[in-house]
């Protein structure tokens, strides 16, 4: 969705379940977002979000249904086939947390996948999924703090230490890194950079953070692929600095 409002055309493709799988497919029609689905026995899950009048948020994530060999085996070919019509192209997205039923190893296979076919691979995941998928050689990780202090043991307090995680990132195979900080911003660095970049925005007051970490990577996503896309350095000096 923040992809398409970026003016992107990008492809959807993901497990499909049930009456709630059939409304996800409904809602990305409406957006005009093509997909690619793969039709699961067990029906898609629903994460649902409570705003109270205090404004807080409460989440409640449902586990999702159990992903059978075959239906996985399928997601595979599904994209192996997607990647190779977009080779030379195109950026494969591999987001989100893994069902029941799905090796750890998924996100590895999918940047491989992705990699054979001359496709870029960035990887959003979390745990040991991310743990094998950077042993794979991603051409760029998007986490958080939680989920980058996991993988690299590394205590992130700062963008000093956030820079010193990304690094950490880079030594266990991903060719790039971006770790996000929450409102103060977002700390990147490529491998063989001798610094890295913390880029941040004024604060805002969100009524909820649901979708912020998936809107960052989105942005990273469209600028990559928007080679011809040319930065105003009076304005990009305003948002962001270098870190050792």
Known sequence: ???????????????????????????????????????????????LEI?????????????????????????QQVCAGAFQLAAN????????????????????ALVSSAQSANCLAFVDSSGLPLSKALGAGPDLVKVNREEAEFVTQVAIRDPISAAQAARKLLDLGANSAAISLGERGL????????????????PLRPKSTVGCGDAALAGLVFAAADRNSRVDQSSAAKIYRRVR
């Open 1 to 47: 969705m923040a992809l398409k409002g970026l003016g992107a055309t990008p492809t959807w493709i993901g497990f499909s379940g049930g009456a709630t799988g059939n409304e996800l497919l409904a809602g990305l029609c409406l957006l005009e977002i093509a997909t690619m689905p793969v039709s699961t026995g067990q029906a898609s899950r629903v994460n």
């Open 51 to 75: 705003l109270d009048k205090g404004g807080e948020v409460t989440e409640i994530l449902e586990p999702g249904g159990v992903i059978t060999q075959s239906e996985w085996s399928e997601f």
């Open 89 to 108: 192209k195109k950026i494969a997205v591999i987001s989100g947390s893994l069902p029941p039923g799905v090796p750890t190893e998924a996100c590895a």
């Open 187 to 202: 700390v990147g660095v490529r491998k063989h950079d001798r610094i890295a970049i913390h880029a941040w925005t004024n």
